[in-house]
């Protein structure tokens, strides 16, 4: 992939600005697919820099309660994939911000590995992770990826054997995307001790951004990883918030319009020069 994706655009521009890149996850089809749209574009307007996309699934890997529970709401709404396309489609053109799909490869090798990666560059995505695909068994995915001009993720975990990760990060594009804690997503008051030693040894191996995800939720953390990541990655702490538009009744501007503030002060956090 020898031409710049967007996503290794992005990371440069930010930081030949000496930022750092704010990165929120939301979930498509919670309440449903036309509010998502929405959504995307008021964490756009509110200085998000890429945004992560989940793909409802019925048996997630490593997400905490509170995403778990916002892919079980979009699911019981029966959210289609051909839903989330036309929606991605309908917003990617009208935000500057590149949008990366989290999503198993159980619901890509359903529908079909090929027209999967078609579909994902047509409707404006701009990169994959794809949690329960081992990244050092994904050459044949890989390949297909870089045909589209698509970037496919990588993550590496707090227990990720050093051997192994090296053969992640030989198949990663993008950005690497690092996790902050052993388990599953969710806030967390304080980052892991050994996150920075974790940040170093990978920063040691490769050029590719480093973003820091899961347990992510406030400003202060974000500064804490100022200088050590490229990148933070927030999406319990937003959800939760989101959590009210599934009640009938409830006032959907505003609720949108306090995402859009909180997903402000982070990303004025992290772009804090």
Do not use: W
């Amino acid at each position: 992939m020898s031409e710049a994706t967007r996503i290794a655009s992005t990371f440069s521009a930010l930081k030949s600005a000496d930022r750092m890149a704010f990165m929120p996850f939301i979930a498509a089809g919670d309440p449903d697919v036309a509010t998502t749209a929405k959504i995307l574009r008021e964490l756009a307007s509110a200085g998000a820099d890429l945004i992560e996309i989940g793909f409802p699934y019925s048996d997630p890997i490593a997400d905490g309660p509170v995403i778990q529970a916002s892919y079980t709401r979009a699911l019981s709404k029966q959210v289609k994939l051909k839903e989330i396309f036309e929606m991605l489609s309908s917003v990617s053109g009208e935000i500057s911000a590149p949008l990366v799909g989290m999503v198993s490869y159980a619901i890509i090798f359903r529908y079909g590995t090929e027209n999967f990666v078609k579909q994902a560059r047509s409707s404006g995505l701009a990169g994959l992770i794809v949690p329960d695909l081992p990244g050092d068994e994904a050459a044949t995915f890989a390949a297909m990826m870089a045909n589209e001009k698509l970037d496919l993720i990588q993550l590496i975990a707090p227990t990720t054997p050093p051997e192994r990760a090296v053969k992640i990060l030989q198949r990663a594009t993008g950005f690497v995307y690092c996790i902050a804690v052993s388990g599953t997503t969710g806030v967390r008051k304080e980052l892991a001790p050994h996150l920075a030693d974790m940040l170093k040894s990978l920063r040691s191996q490769t050029n590719l951004p480093l973003a820091v995800g899961f347990g992510i939720s406030g400003p202060d953390q974000i500064e804490h990883l100022r200088g050590k990541a490229d990148g933070v990655i927030v999406g319990s702490a937003i959800v939760k918030l989101l959590e009210p538009l599934s009640v009938a009744g409830t006032d959907t501007t505003s609720v949108i319009r306090s995402v859009g503030d909180f997903t402000r002060s982070l990303a004025k956090a992290a772009h804090r020069e």
